[in-house]
């Protein structure tokens, strides 16, 4: 079974950055697409970016321009830079990746942007 585990979360203030990452727990077995999904408080949990295997992006209109994915197929490894951080980016992000026939999610990691 693969686990994903997210980092680099944290207390920002506005206009600043962050690099989220997250590792599958197995570095043999071939991850499919990835993508960051973020929960504010009281809101639905909402797609943030995705990338497939082979490198195609996109991203919600709200973090166009600001947030870049990316991602690392020898380490099985998805990051999330996130520049130029409003308080409405605040929330818990997730990763998501693709198994062979499974969803995995990370547990979440916390990003709080203070203005």
């Known amino acids: 079974q693969v686990q994903l585990v997210e980092s680099g979360g944290g207390l920002v203030q506005a206009g600043e950055s962050l690099t989220l990452s997250c590792a599958a727990s197995r570095k043999t077995i071939e991850v499919g697409a990835m993508a960051w999904y973020r929960q504010a408080p009281g809101k639905q949990r909402e797609l943030v970016a995705g990338?497939?295997?082979?490198?195609?992006?996109n991203y919600a209109d709200s973090v166009q321009g600001r947030f870049t994915i990316s991602r690392d197929n020898a380490k099985n490894v998805v990051y999330l830079q996130m520049n130029s951080l409003k308080p409405e980016d605040t929330a818990v992000y997730y990763c998501?990746?693709?198994?062979?026939?499974?969803?995995?999610w990370g547990q979440g990691t916390q990003v709080t942007v203070s203005s």
């Open positions: 998501n990746a693709r198994v062979l026939v499974s969803t995995v």
């Open positions: 990338i497939t295997r082979g490198g195609i992006k």
